[in-house]
């Protein structure tokens, strides 16, 4: 596929504030992953200006490899059992209203991670007992009671992204079926809690799928949606096929709005965690 170049509005601000500082010492001093610096987010030098950021659990190496994400792949390393609570500690420390926690795919545990998912919410409950918590969880392979059990643990939002549509699922995700996917946001709904779900555009998608994805998740009682324009890591991840133009991005928000759902980021920068707060 050709190079596209990447255009003038697609500006990244770099870190560099005393925020951004505080950040980066409270994540190293208690030895935490970030999706913020393992998934390459545009958006790191914004949030962490600010002290916000998005953690990762579950340790920094995926089961899946799916071709548009930065994070690494192979065989993870034993739970850490202390990880909970230093999430925990850390979000104390930087005073977070609102905390977003996301995870590799442990598909080498029996559970899929799900326990570890339950302790680290518990345990951001005990020490902030006022911060509101959001959770972008794995598809657990579509087991309901992994679902259930995260869902039992009653974070105020839980999303778990499509990422991209039905036609490009196969080339996009490694491992994750789009079915599934909508189940698994289905069946959050069903337990009475937020549901939310990403995408990505800019890999070939046409606007009618993007159009048809919007349909499917509002029939699952999806609430939140996010949509960002796609940008490659590294050589080795898909390439760009489109910039989509802001002005598309604004489209898109209205007609997501019009077909029902409660809240929508679009924007080229946008990413699944972006303003996460305001969806509340």
């Known amino acids: 596929m050709e190079h596209v170049k990447k255009p003038d509005w697609l500006k990244i601000k770099l870190g560099g504030s005393d925020h951004f500082s505080e950040t980066l010492d409270i994540v190293e001093s208690h030895g935490l992953h970030t999706i913020c610096t393992s998934g390459k987010c545009p958006n790191l030098g914004e949030c962490w200006g600010?002290?916000?950021?998005?953690?990762?659990?579950?340790?920094?190496?995926?089961?899946?490899?799916?071709?548009?994400c930065n994070t690494k792949t192979g065989k993870p390393l034993a739970l850490n059992l202390n990880e909970p609570s230093n999430v925990a500690k850390s979000i104390q420390l930087m005073g977070l209203k609102h905390a977003v926690i996301t995870s590799v795919d442990r598909d080498d545990l029996p559970d899929q991670g799900a326990q570890h998912w339950v302790n680290t919410i518990n345990k951001i409950?005990?020490?902030n007992p006022t911060t509101t918590i959001e959770v972008l969880i794995p598809d657990f392979q579509g087991k309901n009671d992994l679902i259930d059990l995260v869902c039992e643990a009653r974070p105020n939002v839980i999303s778990h992204n499509m990422e991209t549509v039905r036609s490009l699922t196969p080339k996009v995700r490694s491992a994750a079926r789009y079915d599934v996917s909508l189940s698994v946001l289905?069946?959050?709904?069903g337990n009475g809690l937020k549901a939310k779900s990403g995408i990505m555009v800019g890999?070939?998608?046409?606007?009618?799928?993007?159009?048809?994805?919007?349909?499917?998740?509002?029939?699952?009682?999806?609430?939140?949606?996010?949509?960002?324009?796609?940008?490659?890591?590294t050589r080795k991840h898909l390439p760009v096929a489109a910039y989509i133009h802001p002005d598309e991005f604004k489209l898109y928000k209205e007609t997501a709005m019009n077909k029902g759902f409660e809240y929508v980021e679009s924007g080229p920068l946008v990413r699944s965690s972006y303003h996460a707060e305001n969806c509340l």
């Open 186 to 189: 289905e069946r959050i709904a």
């Open 50 to 68: 600010r002290g916000t950021a998005t953690f990762m659990i579950g340790g920094d190496i995926c089961t899946r490899s799916c071709k548009f």
């Open 125 to 127: 409950r005990q020490f």
């Open 203 to 233: 890999l070939g998608e046409t606007t009618e799928e993007i159009y048809q994805l919007m349909d499917d998740l509002r029939s699952v009682n999806c609430a939140v949606l996010t949509i960002g324009q796609y940008l490659q890591p």
